[in-house]
């Protein structure tokens, strides 16, 4: 099985930083796409920002120029790293990694526990 493990949630003033981080461990041939994805209460969970596994980055509208996705394949790690917060960021971040356990087989999604966010006006 896979497990993934994020950490780097917190309280932030508006304007401030936070990085994320979430690292796959367990059992598996290889991960392709890497993501964040967030949900605010009350609303579905949207995509924050994917990575291919040839690094090619992806990004909602919301956070263009603002976020910064990366990720370390020796690690099996991701990263985001927030800038420039809105409250409107304000939210519990899932790390996702579209993971292949046998070689051969297809690739599933697989999901963070989630970390929270939270962006002081």
């Known amino acids: 099985q896979v497990q993934l493990v994020e950490s780097g949630g917190g309280l932030v003033q508006s304007g401030g930083s936070l990085r994320l981080s979430c690292a796959a461990s367990?059992?598996?041939?290889?991960?392709?796409?890497l993501g964040w994805y967030r949900q605010a209460p009350g609303k579905e969970r949207e995509l924050v920002a994917t990575?291919?596994?040839?690094?090619?980055?992806n990004y909602a509208d919301s956070v263009k120029g603002r976020f910064t996705i990366s990720r370390d394949n020796a690690k099996n790690a991701v990263s985001l790293q927030m800038n420039s917060l809105k409250p409107e960021d304000t939210a519990v971040y899932f790390c996702?990694?579209?993971?292949?356990?046998?070689?051969?087989?297809?690739?599933?999604?697989?999901w963070g526990q989630g970390t929270q966010v939270t962006v002081s006006s």
């Open positions: 990575i291919s596994s040839g690094s090619s980055t």
């Open positions: 367990g059992t598996f041939y290889s991960i392709n796409a």
């Open positions: 996702n990694a579209v993971v292949q356990l046998v070689y051969g087989i297809s690739y599933r999604p697989y």
